[in-house]
């Protein structure tokens, strides 16, 4: 593991990694377990995946908890989902305060059950002088619904004569967004052989380098993680230009 490590470029770490943890259910399946225990094994995963960021410097991670359509999931699925939120926020503030992490949300925290609005706004605010990785969590997060209300949003500025058409930008666009304080993602990972984005960070995402792995969601741990950065660091990532432009920029 640790000569994965080493493989890394420092200089050359993505900034913000976002997650999309997937396979859960099936990982349990396979070992003849309800849904739930592949649930509670994530939280490993959550944990190393956290302190492989803090690690090797990645600024921000965020991963996809909960999305708005993940309501629609069996009542006692989604009631044992927000449990383990909230016992995995008490249970790990203490390791949140021990590698300096910052705890942030996006999605529409009022949908989630009071006494886990409750719990996540405690520990942002006992998270929020720290200084290290941004850990945001999207709960209840769907990014069409976050770009309907950014446009709900400014139609609202500029009906009130706040802002000026003209003036509606993509900075402007960024400001409005949940992930307002967040840079753009430079590295997806989804787990668990499916190649989908799901209505995840599709505004941020435009110019992420997106990576595959077939290994479910429990299983995944730092090494995999490293890999995900080793395989990242060698893409070139040219945001529209041309391999040549890019080699003058650099000279
Ligand atoms: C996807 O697997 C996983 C989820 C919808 C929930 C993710 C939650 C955790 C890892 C645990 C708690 C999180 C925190 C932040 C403490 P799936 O159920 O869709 O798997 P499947 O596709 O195999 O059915």
Known sequence: MEKIKTQIQKGN????????????????????????????NGVTSVRESIEGCAEIGVEYLTLYAFSTENWNRPKLEVKTLMSLLVTSLKKELKNLQKNNIILNTIGNIDLLP???QKELFEVIKQTEKNTGLTLTLALSYGSREEIV?????????????????????????????????????????????????????????????????????????KKNLFNAILDYQQRERRFGKTSEQLETIHE
């Not at 989804?190 to 941020?204: A, H, M, P, V």
Request: charged share 25%.
């Open 149 to 221: 209300n950014v446009i709900k949003n400014i139609s609202e500025k500029v009906v009130n004569n706040n802002l000026k058409i003209e003036e509606i930008d993509e900075k402007i666009i960024n400001n409005h967004l949940y992930t307002f304080s967040l840079p753009d993602v430079d590295l997806m990972i989804r787990t668990s052989g499916e190649q989908r984005i799901s209505n995840f960070l599709l505004w941020q995402m435009a110019y992420a380098e997106l990576y595959f792995t077939n290994t479910f969601w429990p299983d995944f741990r």
């Open 13 to 40: 770490i993505p900034k913000h990694i976002a997650i999309i943890m997937d396979g859960n259910g099936r990982w349990a399946k396979q070992k003849g377990k309800p849904r739930i225990f592949g649930h509670k």
């Open 114 to 116: 009071k006494n886990a």
